[in-house]
């Protein structure tokens, strides 16, 4: 079993700040890229943000230079700060990540079941 749980969510008025951390547990080998997405009701999931093994990262313009991606692969964890939040960044925000479960396998895509980001004044 390989679980993403996510946390950190919750509400904060405009201009405040959280802090996203999801951890993976279970039957880990390796994990490649982890990234955050995010999803407004009525909204396509949009990428807000991807780290790469070797710690490269992308941002959805809208988060640039207010968003921030990270990862502790020692606590198998990706972590996405938050600054100067806009109540258009209200959304459920989950965690993926490709994980290799056994060496001798291929990387497969998992998801966590999502925390709630409300940016409300």
């Known amino acids: 079993q390989v679980q993403l749980v996510e946390s950190g969510g919750g509400v904060v008025q405009p201009g405040g700040s959280l802090t996203l951390s999801c951890a993976a547990s279970?039957?880990?080998?390796?994990?490649?890229?982890m990234a955050w997405y995010r999803q407004a009701p009525g909204k396509r999931r949009e990428l807000v943000a991807r780290?790469?093994?070797?710690?490269?990262?992308e941002y959805l313009d809208t988060v640039k230079g207010r968003f921030s991606i990270s990862r502790d692969n020692a606590k198998n964890t990706v972590i996405l700060q938050m600054n100067s939040l806009k109540p258009e960044d209200t959304a459920v925000y989950y965690c993926?990540?490709?994980?290799?479960?056994?060496?001798?396998?291929?990387?497969?895509?998992?998801w966590g079941q999502g925390t709630q980001v409300t940016v409300s004044s």
């Open positions: 279970g039957t880990i080998a390796s994990i490649n890229d």
């Open positions: 780290i790469t093994e070797t710690f490269s990262t």
């Open positions: 993926t990540a490709k994980i290799l479960r056994h060496w001798n396998l291929d990387y497969g895509s998992y």
